[in-house]
């Protein structure tokens, strides 16, 4: 049973359109985040969610806009697509820690591949 | 500006010799550091953490040791296997106000294991 799941695992578009990928996670995490694995594979922090509420927002382009309906989801849309987007985009979740009771592991999905021609 | 920095891109090593990959960082804050393993189209996945008040912390064949005093981690594995070929991404947490924790990741190091 599948810990953080991302759909779809591959995208591939025309500049200027609107997409979304969306992520679930079936862990009862508090927080989650989007990550972007560029082509320098440097995975790099966009957005984090705790509990709905937003607390990381890295400078990325308005044209990315996360949506948490539930502190299960956070989906990811991202308007007028440009050939820069084309990345990995992963999403994680993980646990507050609470006096270091654990590692307060990251766990990713799988990723998402979009390709923007 | 890159808190956290892999400087080797990528190594090479004998199956049955150690393994030992390495990470630098500039914030003194950082308060956790993980080791993350991954595989081609699939996500990275949590190896070992070690916390930023310890200097060393051992799973099996693979053991993190932290220099503070240098900003420095290292991973090493020990006997590597084939099947430890991958990317190793180095990343350390930052607290929020939130309560909760930035992840910052490095470039990763992609080691392979020659039979």
């Known amino acids: 049973d599948t810990a953080v799941s991302q759909t779809p695992k591959y995208l591939v578009t025309q500049m200027g359109n609107d997409k979304s990928i969306k992520c679930e996670q079936n862990?009862?995490?508090?927080?989650m985040y989007w990550y972007k694995q560029d082509s320098k594979k440097f995975l790099k922090i966009m957005f984090s969610y705790n509990n709905k509420e937003l607390i990381i927002n890295e400078t990325v382009p308005n044209r990315f806009s996360p949506k948490s309906p539930d502190k299960a989801h956070l989906n990811l849309h991202i308007n007028s697509l440009e050939l820069g987007d084309s990345a990995v985009y992963f999403c994680?979740?993980?646990?507050?820690?609470?006096?270091?009771?654990?590692?307060?592991?990251?766990?990713f999905g799988e990723g998402s591949r979009l390709t923007v021609l | 500006d890159q808190q956290v920095k892999q400087n080797s891109p990528s190594l090479s090593v004998q199956e049955g010799r150690i393994s030992i990959l390495n990470c630098d960082y500039t914030?003194?804050?950082?308060?956790?550091f993980l080791w993350y393993k991954k595989y081609p189209a699939e996500g990275p996945t949590f190896l070992i953490s070690i916390s930023s008040i310890k200097d060393k912390n051992e799973d099996g064949r693979f053991t993190v040791f932290l220099n503070k005093s240098a900003k420095h981690l290292s991973l090493h594995i020990v006997p590597s296997q084939p099947g430890d070929s991958a990317v190793y991404f180095c990343?350390?947490?930052?607290?929020?106000?939130?309560?909760?924790?930035?992840?910052?990741f490095g470039t990763g190091t992609r080691l392979k294991v020659l039979a």
């Open positions: 994680a979740s993980s646990q507050r820690l609470y006096g270091g009771a654990n590692t307060g592991e990251l766990f």
């Open positions: 914030n003194s804050m950082f308060d956790y």
């Open positions: 990343a350390a947490t930052q607290s929020l106000t939130s309560g909760t924790y930035k992840y910052i």
């Open positions: 862990l009862g995490h508090d927080t």
